[in-house]
T-cell receptor, first 110, second 118 residues
Framework: GQQLNQSPQSMFIQEGEDVSMNCTSS?????WLWYKQDPGEGPVLLIA???AGELTSNGRLTAQFGITRKDSFLNISASIPSDVGIYFC??????????WGLGTSLAVNP | DTGVSQNPRHKITKRGQNVTFRCDPI?????LYWYRQTLGQGPEFLTY????????KSRLLSDRFSAERPKGSFSTLEIQRTEQGDSAMYLC????????????????FGPGTRLLVL
């Protein structure tokens, strides 16, 4: 099925560093969602974006809905060990289906 | 609000057996989705319900798979004559779908049911 281009595929960083990941699509979306998934668990919603250009923060997380409606980024500032996990972007178009990226695996060295 | 719950969390079965999973969505959410996820991949859409009506099924959903949401609340996903390739995490998500000029909907996921077919 259709997938988003999510990068980077994996990151290994030092505690305290900032992290940035992004997703791009060939299709226009109405909604961009960012989820975090821990092993053996379901995805947990981090940030939801509904308008082009929207910039939203949730604690140390900041995400933006690209102005072209075809991309989004997620930034994590001052990373901590519990940020470890897989981060997924998902876009939703008019047909309501969520299209997913392949995830960014984040490892944080304390 | 207790979030989306799924039962069981883990299921080990022998090939050929039938299995049934249950999902309880967030109360008052009118949409319920089933996904399948394998290692290294994002969730793959299987089917979704608006209230009790099953509105769409993916081509991934073979004849051995059936889902119901009889009263528009909880949902069950049954897999008949399981195969080793059915081994995966089965995720349920729910949402409150409304339109306000454009479609706006956020899906919240349960913890998943991990199926292993031996």
């Amino acid at each position: 099925g259709q997938q988003l281009n999510q990068s980077p595929q994996s990151m290994f960083i030092q505690e305290g560093e900032d992290v940035s990941m992004n997703c791009t699509s060939s299709s226009i979306f109405n909604t961009w969602l960012w989820y975090k998934q821990d092993p053996g668990e379901g995805p947990v919603l981090l940030i939801a974006l509904y308008k082009a250009g929207e910039l939203t923060s949730n604690g140390r997380l900041t995400a933006q809905f690209g102005i072209t409606r075809k991309d989004s980024f997620l930034n994590i500032s001052a990373s901590i060990p519990s940020d470890v996990g897989i981060y997924f972007c998902a876009g939703q178009g008019n047909n309501r289906k969520l299209i997913w990226g392949l995830g960014t695996s984040l490892a944080v060295n304390p | 609000d207790t979030g989306v719950s799924q039962n069981p969390r883990h299921k080990i079965t022998k090939r050929g057996q039938n299995v049934t999973f249950r999902c309880d969505p967030i109360s008052e959410h009118n949409r319920l989705y089933w996904y399948r996820q394998t290692l290294g991949q994002g969730p793959e859409f299987l089917t979704y319900f608006q209230n009790e009506a099953q509105l769409e099924k993916s081509r991934l959903l073979s004849d051995r798979f059936s889902a119901e949401r009889p009263k528009g609340s909880f949902s069950t996903l049954e897999i008949q004559r399981t195969e080793q390739g059915d081994s995966a995490m089965y995720l349920c998500a729910s949402s409150l779908a409304r339109t306000s000029g454009f479609i706006q909907e956020t899906q919240y996921f349960g913890p998943g049911t991990r199926l292993l077919v031996l």
